[in-house]
C-alpha cells in the first residue's frame, strides 16, 4: 500500500516533468565493450569537429546492446548498437515484431584476439591451436576412448612448451571473445589434432563431438573471467605461470606488462590479422536503426565519420588504438551513404 | 583534598577483592581489550584503504603541461584566405595535427635539443591539442599565421614518466613511448617548456576517450552526481518526512499500518538493483523519459533512500517527549498544530541527519544506475535545470566503474582520483550531519 502510493505520487511528480522533456538532440549508442573504445574515440572527434552534441556511448556487451536495439523505433531508444559479432537471426526477428525493420549493417574493422602472459614469466611464446585444445578441453581421446583432460604441465602437451602448471584465464560465456576463442582455437585445434575424427570414428555424432571439442574443463585450470580485460590482467600479474586471452588494442597498451605468443607461427600484428594470416580474429560491427536516419540529428554523420578513411583508415585513431581496418572500408562507406539495410543491402 | 588521600595510602578502603569481584574486573578488562582490539583492526583496515587509494590517485589531482610556439600555417588553415570562420571549420582537427609537429620540429632546433633515436616528438603532446588549437582559431580567426604559444597537455606515458608509472625500462618494453621520448621530454623541462602542476581539469573537464586518458575529468560525472542528488532532496525529502508524520502521529495503529512498516524495513533492505530494474520498467519504458538522464537517476535513487528516511523520520520523531505534545494539547493546540509547531522543529535535527546519510548513500550508488543507461561515455555538459535533468551525464561512482574497466594503465590513477574525490564529498556530507546532530540534537 506504501508502495503503491508512493509510485503514485511519484508518477503524478512525472507526469507533470514528462511534458518538459525537450527532443532528444544526440546520438545514444550502446553495446559490446569491445567496441566502446572505438566508439568512444569516433565520439570524442565527432562532437569536436561537428557542430552535432558528443553521442552517449553505453558499454554492457554485444547482445545486452542488440536487445535495447530492438526494443522499438522511438526517441527513447537506442539509434546504434555496437557488436563484437554478427546479428543472430534470432535477434532481426526480435527487431521486426517490435517494429524496427530497417537495420543498416556497419562492419566497421578486426579485432585479433592474442595469447598473452607475464613479461617476465615462462617462455609462453609460441602455441598452436591444438596444443590449447589439449590443455583446455573438458575430455580429450586417449587410446580411442573419452577421459577426462589428464595434462597438468604445457610440457606434457607439447616438449616445445615451458614445463609450467596449466593456467588459463579465457573470458566467460557472456563475452562475444568466448565464441571466437571457442570455434577459432578449440574447435580448430580439436580438428588439427584428429581428435575430432577419432570421436566420429568411435561412434559420437559430428554435433556431439563439436560440443565435446568446444567444452572447456573445469577442474579449476581453466579460469573464465566475465569482467573485463583488466582482471584478466590482474590475474596474470598474480599469477606467473598464467596464459590470459586479450584484444589485440588492451595488449597494445600493456606491453609493458604482457608478452604476446604467437599462433600457429604466426605473431598477431595488425598486418597478419589484415590479411587473416593470424587465425584468430573476428569482425567488430555496429548497427543502425534507418528509421531514425534523418530523426536523430546528426546519426547518419556519425556512422559515415565514423567508417570515414581519416578515423578507421589504417593510420587513423582506431587503427593506432589496436582496430585492425578493414581493407573494403570503401564498400562501408557507400552503404551508409546510400542507407542501404541489410535486406536490401544483402 | 586528593594529595591527602594520596598520603594515607595504606589504607585502601573496607573493600577487599574476593575472587568474584576479580573475576568480574578481568572479565570487565577482557571485554575492553576486545573493542580496542576490534577498533583498532577497523582502523588498519581504513588506513591500509586509503593509503593504497591515496597512492595510486594522487597522481590525477597532477598534470605534465607542455608549452609550444606553434605557428598557425594560413596555408593549412584557410586555404581560401579570407578568414570565414565556416569556411575554415572544414578543417577538421586532424588538419591541425601537423602544426604540432612543425612546432616540435622549431622548438627541437631553437633549443638546441639533440636526442639519438628521436622518433615522432609529436607524440609527447595530448591528441586533444589539435582540437584544443581549432576552438582558439575558429574563435579568432584573426590569429591565423601567426605564431602563438599554447600551453598543452602532456600525453599520458609522458605525464606518467613523472608520476613515477612509466619508467625508462618500461619505455623499452612499450611501443607507445620510447626512451628517447622520455629523454626529450627531460630535455624539454630542462629548457623550461615542461612542468608538472596541480590539476584543476581533473575536476572540471568531462571524460574523454581510451587515446587521451590525460585530459579526462570528472566534470559531468560532478554534475550528474549533484543533479540527482537535488531531485532525491526535492522528492524523498518532503515525501519521506510527510509519509512517516501521518504514520507516526496521525495514522490509527492496525494491521493495516504494521503492514506498511514491515513493508518499510523491508525496502530499506532491498538490493540497490532491483530499484534499476523497476525504473527501467517504468520510468524509462513506460513514462518515456530519456535514457542516461539524471532525472531517472534522481527518481530511481528517490526511491531506494525513501525506505532510509521515513525509518530515521519516524524515529526522531519518537523521540520526542510525549510531554510536549500533551503540553501543546492541554493548552488548546490543535493535532495539526502540535505537530507542526512542536513536534517537528525538535524532530528537525534528526531528520536533516538521516536525509543526509541517506542521500551519501545514495551519491555512492552504481549499480541501479546500470540500467538506466547512466553508465556511459558522456563528453557534453548537462544544462543547467530544468533542461539539465533530461540532458545525458553520469554520476561519480559510474566514472570510477567506467575508468577501472580501461586498458591503458593511466586511467586506474584517474579512477582512484575520482574515488578520493567521491570519499572527500562523502565525508563532507557525514560530517555536516555529525555537527547538525551535535548543535541541535536535544536530549531528555
Known sequence: MMNAKLTASTLAILAASATVAVAR??????????????ASIVAEAFGENFDFPTPVVESGGSSAGLKRFCEGVGENTIDIANSSRKIREGEVEACAAAGVTDIIEVRIGYDGIVFASQIDGPEFTAFTPDQWYKAMAGEVMVDGALTANPYTKWSEIDASLPDAEIMAFIPGTKHGTREVFEEKVLLAGCEASGAMEAMVASGVTEDDAEDKCMSVRTDGRSVDIDGDYTETLARIDANPNGVGVFGLAFYENNQDKLKVATMGGIEPTVETISTGNYPVSRPLYFYIKAAHLGVIPGLKEYAQFFVADEIAGPDGPLAEYGLVSDPELSGTQAIIENEETMASGS | MTDMTAGAAPVRGTLVADAHTRKRNASEKRFRLYGAIAVSLAVIALVFLLTSIVRNGAGAFMQTYISLDVTLDAAK?????????????KVTTFGYAP???????STIAANGIEIEGLDKPEDLISKEASAQMRDVVLANPELVGETRRFEFVADGRIDGYYKGRVTMQSAERDSNVTPAQLRFADALKEAGLLETRFNWNFITWPDASENRPEVSGLGVAILGSFYMMLIVLGLALPIGVAASIYLEEFAPRNRLTDLIEVNISNLAAVPSIVFGILGLAIFINFVGLPQSAPIVGGLVLTLMTLPTIII??????????????????GVGASKMQTVFHHVLP?????IMTGTIIGLAQALGETAPLLLIGMVAFVREYPSAPPEGFFEPATALPVQVFNWTQRADPAFIERAS??????????????????????RFERRW
Open chain 2, 346 to 350: 525538535l524532530a528537525g535535527p534528526g
Open chain 2, 417 to 438: 582520483g575520482a574515488i578520493i574525490v567521491l570519499l572527500v564529498f562523502l565525508f563532507i556530507m557525514n560530517a555536516i550531519a555529525v555537527v547538525l546532530r551535535r
Open chain 1, 25 to 38: 538532440d544526440q546520438v545514444q549508442v550502446a553495446g559490446s565493450s569491445t567496441v566502446l573504445p572505438y
Open chain 2, 99 to 105: 602544426l604540432i609537429k612543425d612546432a616540435m620540429a
Open chain 2, 77 to 89: 588553415l584557410d586555404k581560401s584566405g579570407n578568414r570565414n570562420p565556416v569556411e575554415m571549420a
Open chain 2, 312 to 329: 530515521t523520520t519516524r524515529a526522531s520523531l519518537t523521540a520526542v517527549p510525549p510531554s510536549i505534545r500533551e503540553a501543546a494539547l
